[in-house]
């Protein structure tokens, strides 16, 4: 940016030079020269412009292109004597990620940690067109929150969201690409006997 201003501006002088030196005698060309030489040192300036106009876009293009494009998919699941949450990374680009996700899971409004993968603290890594599966145990995170499953899943005093919600900020870095933070996704864990699942609300 700073090379093409200082460009614009030596070309815009030299253009001014030039019909100064026409203005006050220096020159004596026809007046027909005179428009000729006008029209050129306009059309240089409009080609510097758009050369630099259209070397910015493609700058920007690729630079999108590049970007790492990943997402995140949670799946619940009964077992015999647990819920399990399976977390599946997806990396859609054609490059090497780090993903970071962080959960804030809420089980009835308390914040529960789970562990440095699951806060944000170590990335998952991920080869390019490639996911990664990771999970977890819903019951091992109610009882960390004081609560006893059994009681849990009957509970119909609360709205189903309020029992186990999970807000998940991702944020990846692409080796090309850079890095980039996503929106928060918001889902919650369904816990009734008659159902079990992970209910994906925004």
């Keep these: 940016m700073k090379s093409f201003r200082i460009m614009l501006i030596v070309l815009s002088i030299a253009f001014g030079l030039v019909l100064g030196?026409?203005?006050?005698?220096?020159?004596?060309?026809?007046?027909?020269?005179?428009?000729?030489?006008a029209l050129t040192g306009g059309a240089l300036i409009a080609y510097a412009w758009d050369t630099h106009r259209i070397?910015?876009?493609?700058k920007t293009?690729?630079?999108?292109?590049?970007?790492?494009?990943?997402?995140?998919?949670?799946?619940?699941?009964?077992?015999?004597?647990?819920?399990?949450?399976?977390?599946?990374?997806k990396n859609m680009s054609n490059?090497?990620?780090q993903v970071w996700t962080k959960f804030d899971?809420?089980?009835?409004?308390?914040?529960?940690?789970?562990?440095?993968?699951?806060?944000?603290?170590?990335?998952w890594n991920l080869l390019p067109n490639a996911e990664i599966q990771?999970?977890?145990?819903?019951?091992a995170i109610l009882r960390k929150a004081g609560k006893d499953p059994t009681v849990v899943l009957p509970d119909n005093m609360v709205k189903e969201h309020e029992k186990l919600s999970i807000t998940v900020t991702l944020r990846a870095k692409g080796t090309p690409g850079g890095e980039v933070e996503y929106p928060q996704l918001h889902w919650y864990v369904k816990l009734t006997p008659a159902k079990i699942d992970c209910v994906y609300m925004s």
């Design 21 to 37: 030196a026409v203005c006050v005698g220096l020159l004596k060309e026809s007046i027909a020269s005179i428009f000729v030489l």
């Design 55 to 58: 070397a910015e876009m493609t």
């Design 61 to 89: 293009q690729l630079m999108e292109s590049q970007k790492p494009k990943v997402g995140i998919q949670l799946v619940a699941g009964p077992t015999a004597s647990d819920i399990i949450l399976n977390t599946i990374v």
């Design 95 to 97: 490059a090497f990620c």
């Design 105 to 123: 899971i809420r089980v009835y409004g308390k914040r529960i940690s789970h562990s440095a993968r699951y806060d944000g603290e170590e990335p």
């Design 134 to 139: 990771g999970w977890f145990s819903i019951f």
